[in-house]
């Protein structure tokens, strides 16, 4: 089994994986990283985005070989090491851009590398960023507007 070595939230771990582990199972299964869900299991949901050397990546479409060396950011790495939420995901929080939570920690990653790159994205832009992130219960309304106000430091 190939050995593998990433930068995972900051730490580096080693892992044998076989050639055809997913990213996710690596996360989920091996290291317990539970944050990153898996939906749908044919990159159609977004539940299982990750940042992979700070882009957006559905882990569920990546073979934790191709990790091997790289820096890979999951949900559970967005807060501070005490424990200060992410501005997106405080934005989240205060904006109500969750209900059941399912699709909260691959929109959270999502959005985060678009506030990065963008953070005067227009609501366009945004909806169109997140396009590939599906949420069955919010309408997306307050999830948008959770991201304009990160986006804007808060505001």
Not at 42 to 52: E, P
Not at 66 to 72: K, S, T
Not at 74 to 103: K, N, S, W, Y
Request: charge should be neutral; glycine fraction near 10%.
């Amino acid at each position: 089994m190939p050995s593998i070595t990433l930068r995972l939230n900051g730490k580096s771990v080693r892992a044998e994986v076989e050639s055809r582990t997913l990213l996710v199972e690596l996360l989920r299964e091996r290291l317990g990283l539970t944050g990153t869900h898996v939906g749908c299991d044919t990159s159609q949901c977004g539940a299982c985005t990750v940042h992979v050397n700070g882009r957006s990546v559905k882990s569920c479409t990546m073979l934790a070989v191709e990790a091997d060396g790289q820096e890979v950011l999951t949900i559970e790495g967005m807060a501070a090491a005490d424990g200060t939420l992410h501005p997106v995901q405080a934005a989240f929080r205060e904006h109500h851009g969750l209900q059941c939570g399912f699709c909260t920690p691959g929109m959270v990653m999502s959005a985060s590398e678009l506030v990065a790159r963008n953070p005067r994205a227009s609501e366009e832009e945004i909806r169109a960023w997140l396009e590939g992130n599906l949420c069955r219960c919010t309408g997306y309304h307050n999830i948008v507007k959770a991201v304009q106000a990160a986006a804007a430091g808060g505001r």
